[in-house]
Nanobody, 126 residues
Framework: VQLQAYGGGLVQAGGSLRLSCAASGRTFSNYIMGWFRQAPGKEREFVAVISKRGGTTYVADSVTGRFTISRDNAKNTVYLRMNSLKPEDTAVYYC????????????????????WGQGTQVTVSS
């Protein structure tokens, strides 16, 4: 499956952005979808995940209450709504897909994801 993330940009602290990730090439609903981010000089970290049909979501503690993940399987797209953005949210955001062959409903483990988008930059100014 090919993934393309977009929607990043420059926003002031307290602002909002919605990232989108469009998938093509395979049946989108067969994949668990996740968002990760990587700030300069730091390792890539988990942000949010959604199960194949969208019934289960899980977000990192650092973004709980501010970020929401959703998906539209009819549009082959997963979204990350980011509210109350902070300067520490500045990073390149990546979407990723996992077939979930291990039997789990969702996963936050980076090495479970086989397919990655190219990333979209989010910069939050103070």
């Amino acid at each position: 499956v090919q993934l393309q993330a977009y929607g990043g940009g420059l926003v002031q602290a307290g602002g909002s952005l919605r990232l989108s990730c469009a998938a093509s090439g395979r049946t989108f609903s067969n994949y668990i979808m996740g968002w990760f981010r990587q700030a300069p000089g730091k390792e890539r970290e988990f942000v949010a995940v959604i199960s194949k049909r969208g019934g289960t979501t899980y977000v990192a503690d650092s973004v709980t209450g501010r970020f929401t993940i959703s998906r539209d399987n009819a549009k082959n797209t997963v979204y990350l709504r980011m509210n109350s953005l902070k300067p520490e949210d500045t990073a390149v955001y990546y979407c990723a897909a996992d077939q979930g062959s291990g039997g789990y409903v969702y996963t936050s483990r980076l090495n479970h994801y086989s397919y990655w988008g190219q990333g979209t930059q989010v910069t939050v100014s103070s």
